[in-house]
């Protein structure tokens, strides 16, 4: 009878967890409070357990565990849970990181906590409470912003964002206890500087980095991460000052024995942290990103961690790490030996983007598999769902990664397809005439972007006559301009027109105000609405 390895989390991220340790030849038994998630199907079992509920996780264990000590490892990728598979990991005399140090990398405010203890960089903060967010506000006007407004204890950027001025400072408080399972939010200086995601080991005293990959987030006041790039660009030197200070991170953490992931920075001031997590990281990268460019299964190697055994294909081919760290740590004790697992390709992600509304369509799919860059097109929406500009991570319409031994053909080739997808939605919908209007929220200035930073005048409002191809009417100015920007899914000006009259040949008259507004402000999508309710009028 086979073994019996627990995976917290039945979601897409968990995917590679329960194909792997079927590979290594246990059973999976998958727990989620969803009972429709979509990866249940792949596991040999399903509990329907609520991943908070530690204690019916450890009832869970006992009752697998009295059939001759069946469970043999406890296990996440890519969820909030690594605490609680530590919790019952340590009931069942199981490898991993302790709980204690689990907690560190779960609660914000515990992390921040020790990083200032060890004087490991990170923001400075405070800890924010319904009854602690009478005073801050008393005291609004005296605070220096910008600041970061987070929940303690949730991912994906839920409930995250900048807080630019006093104006906003209340509803970002709400918001974020709102995501909170804690009713708790962590309010911190905001840092400056290009970000990165770190994948890594810990094992038997050595920290081996498992991808190091170039994070890129836009839309203020939300950190919304358009995609990463593996591996990173910047120079050897920077990288190697920012694992060293990942590593005093780690390190002050209390982890010892499995995974640990950052979001890092470099600032100004040098490398500061973000966070550090417990797990492997979602976003596609742990389970997709890095191994199409190591050709490592990093998910097995943590298995393998998990179960008690050696990684042995990451102890083979890891290379070692000049202990390099910047001047902000300079002095303090190399915390573990440093090793890499290399990237030999790049591979990039990314993710596009819609303006609120309800799908009616999506078109482009065909001509991205087409591509032989392209790896992986992965929908998160579909007909008939209401989709949003995203204000976290768990927002975006899909995924799509590339593979190549050039960076510039897999970033290139990543645009290229996102630009290609077609997100076309029903008309006559409230939010989406609300968006094209330009309404927005008085805490949300600028957000959501306009597609593209035009400012139009009368001159650019040429109608346009039904079934004409709408290119022919841009005006001299746009025609100056329509070259050069791109909107959030990588589209040029000139190349919306062109898709448009693709997709869009038979039209009825367009007025040139509310046409060229929407295309402005909404890209393609805005042009379709435009053409799709002239049509059903």
């Not at 591996?231 to 200070?245: H, V």
């Not at 303090?332 to 609120?356: D, H």
Request: proline share 5%; glycine share 6%; hydrophobic share 35%.
């Amino acid at each position: 009878m086979k073994q019996k390895i627990m995976i917290l989390g039945a979601g897409l991220m968990q995917s590679p967890a329960i194909k792997s340790a079927q590979n290594l030849g246990y059973e999976v038994v998958v727990v989620d409070g969803n009972p429709n998630a979509p990866c249940i199907e792949l596991a040999d079992s399903f509990e329907h357990i609520d991943l908070k509920d530690k204690d019916s996780l450890v009832k869970l264990a006992d009752k697998i565990n009295s059939s001759s000590n069946m469970l043999a490892a406890v296990f996440t990728a890519g969820t909030d849970f690594s605490a609680n598979v530590a919790f019952v990991s340590e009931h069942c005399g199981l490898f991993g990181h302790s709980y204690k140090s689990c907690i560190n990398a779960s609660n914000k405010v515990r992390m921040r906590e020790c990083f200032k203890k060890f004087n490991v960089p990170s923001p400075s903060f405070e800890e924010i409470d319904s009854e602690k967010l009478k005073d801050l506000l008393a005291n609004k006007n005296k605070i220096k912003y910008p600041k970061v407004i987070k929940p303690v204890d949730n991912m994906g950027g839920r409930g995250c964002r900048l807080v630019r001025n006093s104006e906003e400072l209340e509803n970002a408080v709400l918001l974020a206890i709102q995501n909170s399972r804690t009713s708790k939010a962590i309010f911190e200086d905001y840092m400056e500087g290009p970000e990165f995601s770190i994948d890594s080991v810990v094992y038997n005293g050595t920290l081996t980095i498992t991808g190091f990959a170039d994070r890129h987030i836009y839309y203020p006041p939300y950190f919304i991460e358009t995609g990463h790039t593996m591996p990173t660009a910047i120079d050897e030197k920077i990288k190697n000052e920012l694992i060293a200070t990942f590593a005093l991170g780690i390190k002050s953490l209390g982890l010892t024995c499995g995974v640990a992931k950052a979001d890092i920075k470099y600032t100004k001031n040098g490398p500061m942290i973000g966070e550090i997590a417990a797990r492997l990281s979602g976003g596609y990268m742990s389970g997709w990103t890095y191994p199409y460019s190591s050709d490592c299964n990093l998910t097995e190697q943590a298995l393998l961690i998990s179960l008690g055994k050696e990684p042995d294909f990451l102890i083979k081919n890891r290379v070692p790490i000049e202990w390099t760290p910047h001047d902000s740590v300079q002095g303090f004790e190399k915390p573990f030996e440093l090793y890499e697992l290399k990237s030999k390709k790049v591979s990039a992600e990314r993710a596009w983007i819609s303006i609120p509304g309800k799908i009616k369509a999506i078109e482009g799919y065909d001509s991205v598999k087409k591509s032989n860059i392209v790896k992986d097109i992965l929908p998160r929406t579909k007909i008939g769902d209401n989709v949003n500009f995203p204000r976290n991570n768990v927002e975006k319409c899909g995924n799509v990664i590339t593979v190549s031994n050039d960076y510039a053909k897999a970033v290139v080739g990543a645009e290229k397809a996102i630009s290609s997808i077609t997100v076309r939605l029903e008309p006559f919908n409230k939010v989406t005439d609300d968006f094209l209007n330009g309404k927005e929220e008085s805490d949300e200035k600028g957000f959501p972007p306009s597609a593209f930073d035009i400012q139009l005048t009368s001159e650019d409002f040429i109608d346009i006559p039904s079934n004409q191809p709408v290119e022919k009417f841009m005006s001299c100015s746009l025609e100056k301009k329509c070259d050069l920007l791109k909107d959030w899914n990588h589209n040029t000006l000139r190349t919306v027109l062109q898709r448009f009259d693709l997709i869009c040949p038979n039209h009825s008259k367009l007025d040139g105000k509310k046409f060229w507004s929407s295309v402005i402000r909404g890209s393609i999508q805005g042009a379709l609405y435009v053409a799709d309710c002239s049509m059903e009028k």
